[in-house]
């Protein structure tokens, strides 16, 4: 999982994609670099479906690659 805001924003799902079969993306909207300080609630948003995902066999094993933060 990749998970990026201004200025970047979702061109960091690219990133892992060399050395990853499936990567998830998401983009912050009305958040700048930094999402710890200005949306700290909306990475733990994504993160719960994520896993959960991979729990019940959707994707073999998660590698979350978290940017921003």
């Not at 990026?4 to 499936?22: N, T």
């Not at 958040?31 to 479906?49: F, K, M, Q, V, Y």
Request: charged fraction near 20%; include cysteine.
């Amino acid at each position: 999982m990749a998970i990026g805001a201004r200025p970047v924003g979702r061109a960091l799902e690219r990133q892992p994609r060399p050395a990853a079969d499936h990567v998830v993306g998401h983009g912050i909207e009305d958040c700048d670099a930094i999402i710890s300080l200005h949306r700290p609630d909306e990475p733990l948003g994504l993160l719960g479906p994520f896993l959960a995902a991979g729990e019940q066999g959707k994707q073999e094993q998660p590698l979350l690659a978290t940017f921003n933060l």
